[in-house]
């Protein structure tokens, strides 16, 4: 199996709008039920989780970060 590079979420939302544009010119061609865009649909669905996960994990991180940080300070007064 291999594994993916990690992505900052900026790349991933940059990957996301020109996936997007991809779609919309694929839907223009082949309409919107034509098998290319349907897959391009597909490929922006995951990239679109990719980003909603990073963004998930980002936020956590920060919670947890400010807990510390009020753990610590709380226990310096």
Do not use: F, W
């Not at 590079?5 to 900026?10: A, E, G, I």
């Not at 991809?22 to 995951?46: C, F, H």
């Not at 920060?62 to 753990?71: A, M, P, R, T």
């Amino acid at each position: 199996m291999k594994l993916k590079k990690l992505r900052s979420p900026r790349e991933v939302s940059a990957e996301i709008n020109i996936k997007r544009i991809e779609m919309m010119e694929l839907a223009r061609v082949y309409g919107m039920n034509g098998e290319p865009t349907v897959r391009s649909s597909q490929e922006l669905d995951l990239l679109i989780n990719e980003y909603l996960i990073l963004q998930h994990h980002l936020a956590v991180k920060v919670k947890v970060k400010v807990k510390e940080s009020l753990v610590i300070g709380h226990d310096c007064g």
